[in-house]
Protein backbone atom coordinates (compact mmCIF):
# COMPACT_ATOMS: atom_id res chain seq x y z
CA UNK A 1 0.00 0.00 0.00
CA UNK A 2 1.18 3.70 -0.84
CA UNK A 3 0.19 6.61 1.61
CA UNK A 4 -0.02 10.43 -0.15
CA UNK A 5 -0.82 12.95 2.04
CA UNK A 6 -2.48 15.99 0.02
CA UNK A 7 -1.33 18.50 2.55
CA UNK A 8 0.50 21.10 0.40
CA UNK A 9 0.49 19.30 -3.10
CA UNK A 10 -0.95 20.99 -5.14
CA UNK A 11 -4.32 19.03 -7.36
CA UNK A 12 -1.88 19.37 -10.63
CA UNK A 13 1.34 17.31 -8.55
CA UNK A 14 -1.28 14.90 -6.47
CA UNK A 15 -2.56 13.58 -9.67
CA UNK A 16 -0.18 12.82 -11.32
CA UNK A 17 1.85 11.27 -8.45
CA UNK A 18 -1.63 9.55 -8.40
CA UNK A 19 -1.52 8.55 -11.98
CA UNK A 20 1.87 7.75 -11.69
CA UNK A 21 1.22 5.08 -8.48
CA UNK A 22 -1.71 3.49 -10.91
CA UNK A 23 0.92 2.89 -13.73
CA UNK A 24 3.16 1.59 -11.65
CA UNK A 25 0.78 -1.07 -11.13
CA UNK A 26 0.23 0.08 -7.00
CA UNK A 27 -2.88 -1.77 -6.00
CA UNK A 28 -3.99 0.62 -2.69
CA UNK A 29 -3.31 3.98 -2.64
CA UNK A 30 -4.39 5.73 0.30
CA UNK A 31 -4.56 9.45 -0.04
CA UNK A 32 -4.63 11.30 3.33
CA UNK A 33 -6.12 14.95 4.37
CA UNK A 34 -7.86 15.55 0.56
CA UNK A 35 -9.96 18.17 2.71
CA UNK A 36 -13.01 18.34 0.44
CA UNK A 37 -10.58 19.55 -2.32
CA UNK A 38 -11.46 19.61 -6.02
CA UNK A 39 -10.67 17.67 -9.21
CA UNK A 40 -8.97 15.11 -7.11
CA UNK A 41 -8.16 11.51 -8.83
CA UNK A 42 -9.73 12.84 -12.52
CA UNK A 43 -8.51 11.04 -15.45
CA UNK A 44 -7.27 7.67 -13.74
CA UNK A 45 -7.10 5.42 -16.50
CA UNK A 46 -5.19 2.66 -14.90
CA UNK A 47 -6.74 0.49 -12.62
CA UNK A 48 -5.73 0.48 -8.30
CA UNK A 49 -7.79 1.21 -5.40
CA UNK A 50 -7.33 4.68 -4.52
CA UNK A 51 -9.20 5.77 -1.09
CA UNK A 52 -9.51 9.26 0.20
CA UNK A 53 -9.42 9.94 3.89
CA UNK A 54 -12.08 12.20 3.87
CA UNK A 55 -14.60 14.04 1.88
CA UNK A 56 -13.52 15.27 -2.00
CA UNK A 57 -14.98 18.38 -3.25
CA UNK A 58 -16.36 18.69 -7.01
CA UNK A 59 -15.66 16.04 -10.13
CA UNK A 60 -13.46 13.44 -8.00
CA UNK A 61 -12.78 10.79 -10.14
CA UNK A 62 -13.99 12.15 -13.34
CA UNK A 63 -13.17 10.73 -17.20
CA UNK A 64 -12.02 7.98 -15.25
CA UNK A 65 -11.69 4.69 -16.60
CA UNK A 66 -11.12 1.32 -14.82
CA UNK A 67 -10.49 3.31 -11.11
CA UNK A 68 -11.30 2.32 -8.08
CA UNK A 69 -12.18 4.92 -5.98
CA UNK A 70 -13.55 4.52 -2.19
CA UNK A 71 -14.39 8.14 0.07
CA UNK A 72 -14.63 8.15 3.54
CA UNK A 73 -16.22 11.16 3.60
CA UNK A 74 -18.88 13.04 1.22
CA UNK A 75 -18.29 13.93 -2.51
CA UNK A 76 -19.51 17.26 -4.00
CA UNK A 77 -20.56 18.14 -7.67
CA UNK A 78 -19.94 15.84 -10.65
CA UNK A 79 -18.36 12.34 -8.75
CA UNK A 80 -17.40 10.10 -11.54
CA UNK A 81 -18.47 12.29 -14.25
CA UNK A 82 -18.44 10.99 -17.68
CA UNK A 83 -16.56 7.84 -16.28
CA UNK A 84 -15.87 4.56 -18.81
CA UNK A 85 -15.22 2.16 -16.27
CA UNK A 86 -14.46 1.47 -12.76
CA UNK A 87 -16.10 1.36 -9.24
CA UNK A 88 -16.92 4.64 -7.08
CA UNK A 89 -17.88 4.16 -3.32
CA UNK A 90 -19.47 6.92 -0.94
CA UNK A 91 -19.24 6.44 2.58
CA UNK A 92 -21.31 9.40 3.07
CA UNK A 93 -23.36 12.03 0.62
CA UNK A 94 -22.77 13.04 -2.71
CA UNK A 95 -23.94 16.89 -4.47
CA UNK A 96 -25.25 17.43 -7.45
CA UNK A 97 -24.73 15.33 -10.73
CA UNK A 98 -23.08 12.01 -9.03
CA UNK A 99 -22.79 9.68 -12.11
CA UNK A 100 -24.05 12.20 -14.65
CA UNK A 101 -23.09 10.90 -17.97
CA UNK A 102 -21.34 7.42 -17.16
CA UNK A 103 -20.74 4.79 -20.05
CA UNK A 104 -19.91 2.10 -17.40
CA UNK A 105 -18.47 1.18 -14.12
CA UNK A 106 -20.22 1.50 -11.00
CA UNK A 107 -21.15 4.46 -8.23
CA UNK A 108 -22.48 3.46 -4.75
CA UNK A 109 -23.36 6.05 -2.51
CA UNK A 110 -24.24 4.86 1.13
CA UNK A 111 -26.07 8.42 2.12
CA UNK A 112 -28.12 10.29 0.01
CA UNK A 113 -27.32 11.94 -2.95
CA UNK A 114 -28.17 15.41 -4.31
CA UNK A 115 -29.69 17.10 -7.41
CA UNK A 116 -29.27 15.61 -11.13
CA UNK A 117 -28.05 11.99 -9.97
CA UNK A 118 -27.14 9.88 -12.81
CA UNK A 119 -28.19 12.31 -15.49
CA UNK A 120 -27.87 11.77 -19.37
CA UNK A 121 -26.42 7.71 -18.18
CA UNK A 122 -25.25 5.94 -21.28
CA UNK A 123 -24.01 2.67 -19.00
CA UNK A 124 -23.21 1.41 -15.64
CA UNK A 125 -24.79 1.17 -12.03
CA UNK A 126 -25.46 3.61 -9.81
CA UNK A 127 -26.77 2.91 -6.39
CA UNK A 128 -27.74 5.37 -3.96
CA UNK A 129 -28.57 3.72 -0.18
CA UNK A 130 -30.51 6.64 1.10
CA UNK A 131 -32.41 9.06 -0.92
CA UNK A 132 -31.87 11.18 -3.78
CA UNK A 133 -32.69 14.77 -5.06
CA UNK A 134 -34.62 16.64 -8.28
CA UNK A 135 -34.53 15.05 -11.41
CA UNK A 136 -32.62 12.23 -10.83
CA UNK A 137 -32.14 10.07 -13.98
CA UNK A 138 -33.05 12.76 -16.52
CA UNK A 139 -32.71 11.20 -20.02
CA UNK A 140 -30.99 8.30 -19.13
CA UNK A 141 -30.30 6.38 -22.14
CA UNK A 142 -28.52 2.92 -20.47
CA UNK A 143 -27.71 1.33 -17.81
CA UNK A 144 -29.21 0.77 -14.24
CA UNK A 145 -30.37 3.48 -11.90
CA UNK A 146 -30.84 2.03 -7.84
CA UNK A 147 -32.63 4.54 -5.18
CA UNK A 148 -33.00 2.47 -2.18
CA UNK A 149 -35.42 5.71 0.00
CA UNK A 150 -37.22 8.38 -1.63
CA UNK A 151 -36.77 10.32 -4.58
CA UNK A 152 -37.35 14.03 -5.45
CA UNK A 153 -39.53 15.55 -7.83
CA UNK A 154 -39.19 15.23 -11.59
CA UNK A 155 -37.22 11.60 -11.38
CA UNK A 156 -36.53 9.82 -14.15
CA UNK A 157 -37.56 12.53 -16.56
CA UNK A 158 -37.47 12.40 -20.14
CA UNK A 159 -35.89 8.91 -19.93
CA UNK A 160 -34.42 7.02 -22.74
CA UNK A 161 -33.87 3.37 -21.79
CA UNK A 162 -31.94 3.49 -18.69
CA UNK A 163 -33.56 1.39 -15.75
CA UNK A 164 -34.60 2.88 -12.54
CA UNK A 165 -35.95 1.06 -9.68
CA UNK A 166 -36.62 3.10 -6.60
CA UNK A 167 -36.83 1.42 -2.87
CA UNK A 168 -39.14 4.77 -1.20
CA UNK A 169 -41.88 6.71 -1.93
CA UNK A 170 -41.02 8.62 -5.40
CA UNK A 171 -42.11 12.32 -4.81
CA UNK A 172 -42.71 12.78 -8.06
CA UNK A 173 -42.58 10.69 -11.88
CA UNK A 174 -41.05 13.01 -14.64
CA UNK A 175 -42.54 13.56 -18.44
CA UNK A 176 -42.69 10.11 -19.95
CA UNK A 177 -41.76 8.40 -16.71
CA UNK A 178 -43.99 5.09 -16.26
CA UNK A 179 -43.84 3.23 -12.92
CA UNK A 180 -44.82 -0.50 -12.41
CA UNK A 181 -43.66 -3.16 -9.79
CA UNK A 182 -41.26 -5.61 -10.74
CA UNK A 183 -41.23 -9.09 -11.86
CA UNK A 184 -39.84 -12.02 -10.20
CA UNK A 185 -37.09 -11.91 -12.49
CA UNK A 186 -36.56 -8.46 -12.16
CA UNK A 187 -36.06 -8.48 -8.69
CA UNK A 188 -33.98 -11.25 -8.37
CA UNK A 189 -31.49 -9.36 -10.73
CA UNK A 190 -32.08 -6.05 -8.31
CA UNK A 191 -31.49 -8.35 -5.53
CA UNK A 192 -27.64 -9.65 -6.87
CA UNK A 193 -26.97 -5.91 -7.54
CA UNK A 194 -28.16 -4.69 -3.94
CA UNK A 195 -26.61 -7.54 -1.80
CA UNK A 196 -23.22 -7.07 -3.97
CA UNK A 197 -22.75 -3.03 -3.71
CA UNK A 198 -24.04 -2.61 -0.33
CA UNK A 199 -22.33 -3.22 3.06
CA UNK A 200 -24.90 -6.03 4.75
CA UNK A 201 -25.81 -3.95 7.43
CA UNK A 202 -27.18 -0.81 5.34
CA UNK A 203 -29.06 -3.55 2.88
CA UNK A 204 -30.53 -5.29 6.06
CA UNK A 205 -32.28 -1.34 6.48
CA UNK A 206 -33.37 -1.46 3.07
CA UNK A 207 -36.76 -2.70 1.40
CA UNK A 208 -36.75 -6.28 0.03
CA UNK A 209 -36.02 -5.93 -3.62
CA UNK A 210 -39.96 -7.46 -4.45
CA UNK A 211 -40.53 -3.80 -3.01
CA UNK A 212 -39.28 -1.83 -5.18
CA UNK A 213 -41.04 -0.16 -8.07
CA UNK A 214 -39.45 -0.22 -11.81
CA UNK A 215 -39.12 3.23 -13.85
CA UNK A 216 -38.70 2.83 -17.28
CA UNK A 217 -39.47 5.83 -20.33
CA UNK A 218 -42.92 5.42 -21.57
CA UNK A 219 -41.18 6.03 -25.60
CA UNK A 220 -43.95 9.04 -25.87
CA UNK A 221 -40.48 11.66 -26.20
CA UNK A 222 -38.79 9.38 -28.29
CA UNK A 223 -40.44 10.37 -31.78
CA UNK A 224 -41.86 13.67 -32.40
CA UNK A 225 -45.92 12.95 -32.68
CA UNK A 226 -48.00 16.45 -32.91
CA UNK A 227 -51.08 14.31 -31.10
CA UNK A 228 -48.42 14.26 -28.29
CA UNK A 229 -48.18 18.25 -28.02
CA UNK A 230 -49.40 18.71 -24.39
CA UNK A 231 -46.66 16.17 -23.42
CA UNK A 232 -44.25 18.00 -25.57
CA UNK A 233 -45.40 21.05 -24.31
CA UNK A 234 -44.95 19.69 -20.42
CA UNK A 235 -41.51 18.21 -21.29
CA UNK A 236 -40.17 21.32 -22.88
CA UNK B 1 -19.96 32.29 -9.63
CA UNK B 2 -20.09 33.62 -5.98
CA UNK B 3 -19.11 32.11 -2.90
CA UNK B 4 -21.40 31.93 0.61
CA UNK B 5 -21.04 31.06 3.95
CA UNK B 6 -22.81 31.04 7.46
CA UNK B 7 -22.01 29.72 10.82
CA UNK B 8 -24.50 29.50 13.88
CA UNK B 9 -23.42 28.41 17.34
CA UNK B 10 -26.58 26.84 18.36
CA UNK B 11 -25.58 27.54 22.87
CA UNK B 12 -25.51 31.11 23.76
CA UNK B 13 -22.34 32.48 24.57
CA UNK B 14 -19.92 33.74 22.69
CA UNK B 15 -17.22 31.95 20.24
CA UNK B 16 -14.99 33.56 17.86
CA UNK B 17 -17.27 33.47 14.70
CA UNK B 18 -15.02 35.96 13.22
CA UNK B 19 -12.84 33.81 12.73
CA UNK B 20 -14.44 31.09 11.71
CA UNK B 21 -16.48 33.06 9.11
CA UNK B 22 -13.11 34.46 7.85
CA UNK B 23 -11.88 31.19 7.19
CA UNK B 24 -14.90 29.69 5.43
CA UNK B 25 -14.69 32.59 3.17
CA UNK B 26 -10.77 32.35 2.53
CA UNK B 27 -11.42 28.59 1.38
CA UNK B 28 -13.76 29.90 -1.03
CA UNK B 29 -12.13 33.41 -2.08
CA UNK B 30 -11.28 31.51 -5.68
CA UNK B 31 -14.94 31.64 -6.36
CA UNK B 32 -15.29 35.11 -6.85
CA UNK B 33 -12.43 38.03 -5.95
CA UNK B 34 -14.25 41.18 -6.48
CA UNK B 35 -15.25 41.77 -2.82
CA UNK B 36 -15.55 40.47 0.22
CA UNK B 37 -17.74 40.70 3.34
CA UNK B 38 -19.06 39.73 6.46
CA UNK B 39 -22.79 40.00 9.08
CA UNK B 40 -21.41 39.20 12.23
CA UNK B 41 -23.54 39.08 15.18
CA UNK B 42 -22.15 39.92 18.77
CA UNK B 43 -23.47 40.05 21.65
CA UNK B 44 -26.75 42.77 22.24
CA UNK B 45 -25.73 46.32 23.74
CA UNK B 46 -27.93 47.48 26.29
CA UNK B 47 -30.76 49.27 25.35
CA UNK B 48 -28.69 50.59 21.84
CA UNK B 49 -28.19 49.88 18.65
CA UNK B 50 -24.63 49.49 16.66
CA UNK B 51 -24.83 51.65 13.27
CA UNK B 52 -21.91 51.55 10.59
CA UNK B 53 -21.97 53.70 7.81
CA UNK B 54 -19.94 53.60 4.75
CA UNK B 55 -18.61 57.29 4.45
CA UNK B 56 -17.11 57.15 0.66
CA UNK B 57 -16.08 55.26 -2.07
CA UNK B 58 -12.65 57.01 -3.01
CA UNK B 59 -10.35 60.11 -0.53
CA UNK B 60 -10.06 61.17 2.58
CA UNK B 61 -12.66 60.19 4.75
CA UNK B 62 -12.05 62.06 7.21
CA UNK B 63 -14.17 65.44 6.72
CA UNK B 64 -16.85 63.28 5.36
CA UNK B 65 -16.79 61.28 9.41
CA UNK B 66 -17.13 64.63 10.97
CA UNK B 67 -20.27 65.70 9.05
CA UNK B 68 -22.09 62.13 9.58
CA UNK B 69 -21.09 62.55 13.46
CA UNK B 70 -22.59 66.30 13.68
CA UNK B 71 -25.55 64.73 12.11
CA UNK B 72 -26.10 62.29 14.35
CA UNK B 73 -25.27 64.01 17.43
CA UNK B 74 -28.96 64.89 18.29
CA UNK B 75 -29.91 61.22 18.35
CA UNK B 76 -27.34 60.65 21.20
CA UNK B 77 -24.66 59.07 19.34
CA UNK B 78 -21.29 57.89 21.12
CA UNK B 79 -18.36 55.62 20.44
CA UNK B 80 -17.55 56.87 17.60
CA UNK B 81 -14.31 54.72 15.61
CA UNK B 82 -13.40 54.76 11.89
CA UNK B 83 -12.09 52.33 10.00
CA UNK B 84 -11.12 52.51 6.67
CA UNK B 85 -14.66 53.76 4.79
CA UNK B 86 -16.52 52.86 7.24
CA UNK B 87 -17.66 55.38 10.89
CA UNK B 88 -19.38 53.06 13.67
CA UNK B 89 -21.45 54.28 16.46
CA UNK B 90 -24.31 53.31 18.62
CA UNK B 91 -27.16 55.33 19.41
CA UNK B 92 -30.38 54.99 21.82
CA UNK B 93 -32.58 51.75 20.80
CA UNK B 94 -35.76 53.05 20.09
CA UNK B 95 -38.17 55.76 17.87
CA UNK B 96 -35.40 57.67 16.51
CA UNK B 97 -33.60 55.34 14.50
CA UNK B 98 -35.41 55.87 11.15
CA UNK B 99 -34.77 59.92 11.45
CA UNK B 100 -31.04 59.17 12.09
CA UNK B 101 -30.48 57.45 8.80
CA UNK B 102 -32.50 60.13 7.18
CA UNK B 103 -30.24 62.20 8.48
CA UNK B 104 -26.93 60.54 7.35
CA UNK B 105 -28.28 59.35 3.67
CA UNK B 106 -29.06 63.23 3.29
CA UNK B 107 -25.42 64.54 3.68
CA UNK B 108 -24.19 62.89 0.61
CA UNK B 109 -25.74 60.06 -1.97
CA UNK B 110 -22.62 57.97 -1.61
CA UNK B 111 -22.88 58.11 2.62
CA UNK B 112 -25.00 55.22 2.95
CA UNK B 113 -25.62 52.78 6.17
CA UNK B 114 -24.78 49.80 5.83
CA UNK B 115 -25.74 47.96 8.67
CA UNK B 116 -28.25 48.81 12.06
CA UNK B 117 -28.85 46.60 14.88
CA UNK B 118 -28.45 45.69 18.10
CA UNK B 119 -26.11 42.51 17.35
CA UNK B 120 -25.26 43.01 13.66
CA UNK B 121 -22.06 44.54 12.06
CA UNK B 122 -21.40 44.66 8.64
CA UNK B 123 -17.91 44.71 6.97
CA UNK B 124 -17.39 44.13 3.25
CA UNK B 125 -14.93 45.91 0.68
CA UNK B 126 -13.95 45.56 -2.39
CA UNK B 127 -11.13 42.49 -2.64
CA UNK B 128 -10.63 39.33 -1.18
CA UNK B 129 -11.37 37.49 1.66
CA UNK B 130 -7.80 38.15 2.85
CA UNK B 131 -7.91 41.88 2.24
CA UNK B 132 -10.75 42.10 4.82
CA UNK B 133 -8.69 40.58 7.49
CA UNK B 134 -5.29 43.01 7.20
CA UNK B 135 -8.15 46.48 7.09
CA UNK B 136 -10.40 45.24 9.70
CA UNK B 137 -8.88 42.57 11.85
CA UNK B 138 -12.52 40.68 11.50
CA UNK B 139 -10.69 37.46 13.16
CA UNK B 140 -11.08 39.56 16.82
CA UNK B 141 -14.51 39.73 16.39
CA UNK B 142 -16.63 37.10 19.34
CA UNK B 143 -19.98 36.18 18.81
CA UNK B 144 -22.82 33.94 18.58
CA UNK B 145 -23.33 33.58 14.28
CA UNK B 146 -22.88 34.94 11.35
CA UNK B 147 -22.36 35.07 7.25
CA UNK B 148 -19.84 35.82 4.84
CA UNK B 149 -19.88 36.41 0.95
CA UNK B 150 -17.10 36.37 -1.77
CA UNK B 151 -18.13 37.84 -5.22
CA UNK B 152 -17.95 37.67 -9.00
CA UNK B 153 -20.03 40.21 -10.14
CA UNK B 154 -21.87 39.30 -13.35
CA UNK B 155 -23.99 42.03 -13.87
CA UNK B 156 -23.57 45.06 -11.59
CA UNK B 157 -20.72 47.44 -11.00
CA UNK B 158 -17.95 46.67 -8.39
CA UNK B 159 -17.48 48.98 -5.28
CA UNK B 160 -18.83 49.32 -1.76
CA UNK B 161 -22.49 49.57 -1.73
CA UNK B 162 -22.67 46.60 -4.52
CA UNK B 163 -20.82 44.23 -2.32
CA UNK B 164 -22.82 41.63 0.32
CA UNK B 165 -24.00 40.77 2.57
CA UNK B 166 -26.42 43.01 2.25
CA UNK B 167 -28.51 44.77 5.84
CA UNK B 168 -32.40 45.10 4.91
CA UNK B 169 -32.71 48.83 5.10
CA UNK B 170 -35.43 49.28 8.34
CA UNK B 171 -35.26 45.98 9.52
CA UNK B 172 -32.91 46.09 12.44
CA UNK B 173 -30.34 42.75 12.61
CA UNK B 174 -31.52 41.18 9.54
CA UNK B 175 -28.96 40.73 6.65
CA UNK B 176 -28.49 38.21 3.65
CA UNK B 177 -26.12 36.82 1.64
CA UNK B 178 -27.20 35.66 -2.12
CA UNK B 179 -25.27 33.15 -4.36
CA UNK B 180 -27.47 33.50 -7.83
CA UNK B 181 -29.70 35.59 -10.06
CA UNK B 182 -33.07 36.63 -9.24
CA UNK B 183 -34.57 36.80 -12.39
CA UNK B 184 -38.22 38.61 -11.91
CA UNK B 185 -35.68 41.97 -10.15
CA UNK B 186 -36.62 44.41 -12.39
CA UNK B 187 -40.02 43.25 -12.01
CA UNK B 188 -40.24 43.48 -8.00
CA UNK B 189 -37.73 46.29 -8.16
CA UNK B 190 -40.23 48.57 -10.23
CA UNK B 191 -42.88 47.58 -8.21
CA UNK B 192 -41.39 48.42 -4.54
CA UNK B 193 -40.01 51.45 -6.11
CA UNK B 194 -43.50 52.42 -6.67
CA UNK B 195 -44.11 52.09 -2.97
CA UNK B 196 -40.91 54.56 -2.49
CA UNK B 197 -38.72 52.26 -1.59
CA UNK B 198 -35.11 52.91 -2.13
CA UNK B 199 -32.69 50.85 -3.93
CA UNK B 200 -29.20 51.69 -3.43
CA UNK B 201 -27.83 49.54 -5.95
CA UNK B 202 -27.95 47.51 -9.18
CA UNK B 203 -27.08 44.37 -7.31
CA UNK B 204 -30.05 41.81 -7.95
CA UNK B 205 -29.32 40.08 -4.48
CA UNK B 206 -30.56 43.45 -2.84
CA UNK B 207 -34.23 42.51 -3.59
CA UNK B 208 -33.86 39.87 -1.22
CA UNK B 209 -32.84 41.40 1.46
CA UNK B 210 -35.66 44.31 0.98
CA UNK B 211 -38.37 41.29 0.42
CA UNK B 212 -37.23 39.43 3.31
CA UNK B 213 -37.51 42.75 5.33
CA UNK B 214 -41.05 43.56 4.23
CA UNK B 215 -41.97 40.00 5.24
CA UNK B 216 -40.47 40.35 8.79
CA UNK B 217 -41.85 43.87 9.06
CA UNK B 218 -45.15 42.64 8.21
CA UNK B 219 -44.16 40.00 11.63
CA UNK B 220 -43.19 36.89 10.02
CA UNK B 221 -40.73 34.85 11.24
CA UNK B 222 -37.55 34.08 9.15
CA UNK B 223 -39.24 30.56 7.95
CA UNK B 224 -42.43 32.09 6.44
CA UNK B 225 -40.90 34.67 4.95
CA UNK B 226 -38.64 32.19 2.97
CA UNK B 227 -41.93 30.40 1.84
CA UNK B 228 -42.73 33.41 0.96
CA UNK B 229 -39.69 34.50 -0.73
CA UNK B 230 -39.70 30.42 -2.61
CA UNK B 231 -43.27 31.74 -4.25
CA UNK B 232 -42.54 35.17 -5.39
CA UNK B 233 -39.00 35.34 -6.25
CA UNK B 234 -37.30 33.51 -9.51
CA UNK B 235 -34.33 32.57 -10.59
CA UNK B 236 -31.56 30.79 -9.41
CA UNK B 237 -30.55 31.37 -5.29
CA UNK B 238 -28.69 29.71 -2.64
CA UNK B 239 -28.97 32.44 0.00
CA UNK B 240 -28.55 32.75 3.84
CA UNK B 241 -30.11 35.33 5.96
CA UNK B 242 -29.65 36.02 9.80
CA UNK B 243 -31.36 38.05 12.39
CA UNK B 244 -30.37 38.14 16.03
CA UNK B 245 -31.46 34.96 16.59
CA UNK B 246 -31.90 33.03 13.69
CA UNK B 247 -30.07 32.02 11.05
CA UNK B 248 -31.26 30.32 8.47
CA UNK B 249 -31.23 28.75 4.31
CA UNK B 250 -33.52 28.99 0.90
CA UNK B 251 -32.59 27.29 -2.06
CA UNK B 252 -34.21 27.48 -5.64
CA UNK B 253 -36.61 25.28 -7.24
CA UNK B 254 -33.75 24.06 -9.64
CA UNK B 255 -30.74 23.63 -7.62
CA UNK B 256 -29.18 26.19 -10.09
CA UNK B 257 -26.47 26.95 -7.50
CA UNK B 258 -24.14 24.75 -4.89
CA UNK B 259 -25.15 25.16 -0.83
CA UNK B 260 -23.32 22.54 1.76
CA UNK B 261 -24.56 22.12 5.07
CA UNK B 262 -22.89 20.27 8.28
CA UNK B 263 -25.36 19.74 11.53
CA UNK B 264 -24.39 18.73 14.83
CA UNK B 265 -25.00 19.56 18.41
CA UNK B 266 -23.34 22.47 19.17
CA UNK B 267 -23.23 24.18 15.31
CA UNK B 268 -24.77 24.58 12.12
CA UNK B 269 -22.37 25.58 9.52
CA UNK B 270 -23.15 26.41 5.54
CA UNK B 271 -21.36 27.22 2.40
CA UNK B 272 -21.12 27.01 -1.09
CA UNK B 273 -18.20 24.11 -0.87
CA UNK B 274 -17.39 21.61 1.49
CA UNK B 275 -13.99 22.57 1.75
CA UNK B 276 -15.30 26.03 3.42
CA UNK B 277 -16.47 23.94 6.40
CA UNK B 278 -13.80 21.65 6.63
CA UNK B 279 -11.05 24.48 6.18
CA UNK B 280 -12.70 26.11 8.87
CA UNK B 281 -14.17 23.82 11.62
CA UNK B 282 -11.97 20.64 12.34
CA UNK B 283 -13.60 17.65 14.01
CA UNK B 284 -15.72 14.61 12.59
CA UNK B 285 -19.36 15.73 11.30
CA UNK B 286 -21.37 14.84 8.33
CA UNK B 287 -22.02 17.39 5.50
CA UNK B 288 -24.65 17.37 2.83
CA UNK B 289 -25.90 19.24 -0.27
CA UNK B 290 -29.05 21.16 0.32
CA UNK B 291 -31.88 19.73 -1.86
CA UNK B 292 -34.25 21.77 -3.68
CA UNK B 293 -36.97 24.18 -2.37
CA UNK B 294 -35.08 23.07 0.60
CA UNK B 295 -34.70 25.75 3.69
CA UNK B 296 -34.29 25.67 7.12
CA UNK B 297 -33.90 28.00 9.90
CA UNK B 298 -32.37 27.28 13.18
CA UNK B 299 -33.01 29.35 16.16
CA UNK B 300 -31.08 29.69 19.61
CA UNK B 301 -33.58 29.94 22.76
CA UNK B 302 -33.14 32.52 25.32
Known sequence: ?236 | MCGIAGFFQKSSGNVAVGHVVLNMLKALACRGPDSAGVALYGAPQAGRVVVRVKLGDHGKFHDVSAQVQNAVQPFGAEGFTETGAYLRFTVADGGEIGACIQAIEAIAPEIEVVSVGRSLEVVKQVGSPANLESAFSISGFNGTHGLGHTRLSTESKVDLSHSQPFWAHGSLDLAIVHNGHITNYHQLRRRYEQRGVRFYTENDSEVVAIYLGEQLNKGAGLREAFAGMMRDLDGSFSCLAATASEMGFIKDPFGLKPLLFAETETFVAVATEEISIRAAIPGSYSVSEAQVKDMRVWRRQG
Open chain 1, 1 to 236: MSELDATGLSTLDLNSRLRDLALAGTEAIHVRNPGARHNLAVAMLHPGHVRFDGSVGYYCGGLSDGISIEIDGSAGWGLAESMLNGNFRVHGNAGNGAGAAIRGGTVVIEGNAAARLGVSMKGGTIIVAGDCGYMAGFMGQKGTLIVCGNTGEAFADSLYATMCYVGGEIKALGTDAVASAVTGEEAAELETLLTAYLPPEIRATKPPAAQFRKVVAGRKLWNFDKRNWKTWQEAL
